[in-house]
């Protein structure tokens, strides 16, 4: 029976159930019980039938993986009923509350560690990167942690020239943990083979595998466990699955054994996520009230608006992502004034506190729906979980308000073309602002999506990367390209029409210029 039968079939036991008293030609209105039955039929139904699914999918698997498919298989069953049983946001918005006074601290107020102390300290942490995402958005084939975003070095070596840097320094061995998808993981594991000769160990572990299912149906896509064979009707589960994926490797408990304490989790293209001393010199000063979950935020700007939050709770700090506000309430969640925060996605957690929530089963993240259509037309949708939604399963949770320098994502060319240029210098794998920039804000740079958006093309417009260092905002819409030593000053907006073309020429200095219509030079 497919879902769509069930559900006539539930509405006509629903439908006979009239009062034989009543007027012809008039229909009871169903009541607030009849509702909530329909409800709970169709929802029972539809878990049995994606349950059958499931186990049919679990038959086509081979033996050396069936029981990771069955782990992962459990896993998203639960989810999907969360998800059917689940209505309406998240979130009461009239029960959020003012956040306390202690709830977020200034990183200012941090205190260095004595350089005696930074080596026992260093010992006590793991650092984790996810590394699950594609570079497909920005046209690369490959997991994106192996695009080249400075000095043909790619974020995956700008991260292990960090920790290595950070080991030899101090004379210790913080390991490096990549979380890889079915998506990153052979490419990734061919790679780092060139590390071995470096000072870090590197160790990686999958999230988890889930099915992609119908949006009509509500049933899986798949009709077998080759996911190479169809890739299409799988995805990794968001990095909220980071939790269960971490423990299920083994890892987590081999590093509570080796007494590690804590890890730092960032995204694998946020090129200012580094170890940062001072955050750890704070976690590991408690005593005997530490903090489990430390979460960096920074402030928000317009250009933020969308990025999720800390909210106090039900007397407990938590993250509010925009897809748990009523849409009544979108405008006062972007305002800068009311939320002035937005979450980094660096996140410090207590490696014990995450193996005794996991064991006592009272972690549950908000599920995020994301709609998407197939290259066939085929509307599905896929349940995800976001790392830092965990926040108010923990005890002693706290927010630190970092510079912004700690949040220096790459997700669209516009942001390559800050990192590659001269705005940054590099040292040993991490990036900081060049002391030439009379402010310490980042320019806003918006580039074509027609042109600009795939790492290839964008490369092909740039005969260098343009001095960039006074610049406050660039716009680039159309055919356009820049010669060799460009220089960017203030706010320049370049817009070639459609049939139009505009070369910049080599050595030119735009300041505060507005520039349309075709221009090409040509050599003579």
Not at 43 to 66: F, G, I, N, Y
Not at 151 to 161: G, I, K
Not at 466 to 473: A, G, N, Q, V
Request: charged fraction near 25%; include cysteine; aromatic fraction near 8%.
């Amino acid at each position: 029976m497919s879902i769509s039968q069930s559900s006539i079939a539930s509405t006509n036991l629903l439908s006979v159930n009239t009062d034989e008293h009543q007027p012809k030609g008039h229909s009871r209105v169903p009541s607030s019980t009849d509702l909530k039955e329909f409800k709970e039929v169709t929802q029972r139904d539809s878990l049995v039938q994606l349950e059958k699914e499931m186990a049919a999918l679990l038959t086509t698997t081979t033996d050396d993986k069936k029981d990771l498919a069955k782990s992962q298989f459990s896993a998203f069953s639960r989810l999907f009923q969360r998800f059917l049983e689940e209505s309406g946001p998240s979130v009461d918005w009239d029960k959020i509350e003012k956040l306390p006074t202690d709830a977020i601290r200034d990183y200012d107020t941090l205190s260095k560690p004595s350089p005696d102390d930074i080596h026992s300290k260093l010992e006590k942490l793991v650092v984790v990167k996810l590394n699950g995402g594609l570079g497909t958005s920005m046209g690369c084939r490959g997991p994106k942690s192996v695009i080249q975003v400075r000095n043909d070095l790619t974020f995956l070596d700008l991260t292990v020239q960090q920790i290595e840097h950070l080991n030899k320094k101090y004379n210790v061995n913080v390991p490096l943990v990549l979380m890889n998808s079915f998506n990153t993981d052979k490419d990734t594991e061919q790679i780092i083979r060139k590390y071995k000769g470096l000072q870090v160990e590197i160790y990686t572990f999958n999230q988890s595998c889930f099915p992609r299912v119908s949006k009509e149906s509500l049933l899986p896509i798949a009709n077998n466990c080759d996911i190479e064979g169809n890739i299409e009707a799988w995805y990794p589960p968001g990095h909220g699955d980071f939790y269960d994926s971490f423990k299920n490797s083994g890892l987590l408990q081999k590093f509570i054994d080796s007494g590690r304490d804590y890890c730092f989790i960032s995204n694998i293209d946020n090129l200012g996520a580094t170890v940062d001393l001072n955050i750890l010199n704070m976690l590991l000063d408690r005593g005997s009230n530490p903090l489990e979950f430390v979460m960096e935020v920074t402030n928000k700007t317009k250009a933020d608006v969308k990025g999720g939050t800390l909210i106090q709770y039900e007397n407990k700090l938590r993250l509010l992502e925009i897809a748990q506000v009523p849409k009544e309430h979108l405008e006062e969640f972007k305002s800068v004034k009311k939320f002035k925060f937005f979450n980094t996605n660096n996140l410090w957690i207590k490696l014990n506190a995450i193996e005794k929530v996991l064991n006592d089963g009272s972690m549950n993240l908000e599920i995020i729906v994301n709609n998407k259509t197939l290259d066939n037309n085929l509307n599905i949708i896929q349940l995800e979980t976001a790392v830092g939604a965990a926040m108010k399963s923990f005890n002693g949770g706290l927010g630190i308000n970092v510079p912004r320098s700690r949040f220096l994502p790459v997700k669209k060319t516009s942001d390559l073309l800050l990192v590659m240029s001269n705005l940054y210098h590099m040292r040993n794998g991490s990036l900081s602002m060049s002391p030439l920039r009379m402010f310490p804000t980042t320019p806003l740079v918006k580039l074509g999506d027609k042109d600009f958006a795939k790492v290839k093309d964008f490369l092909s417009r740039f005969a260098t990367i343009p001095d960039i260092l006074e610049l406050d905002h660039l716009t680039v819409s159309g055919d356009v390209t820049f010669g060799r030593n460009v220089s960017l000053k203030g706010t320049v907006i370049i817009i070639a029409n459609h049939g139009d073309r505009i070369d910049i020429p080599s050595n030119a200095t735009l300041e505060n210029k507005i520039v349309s219509g075709n221009l090409r030079i040509l050599d003579h």
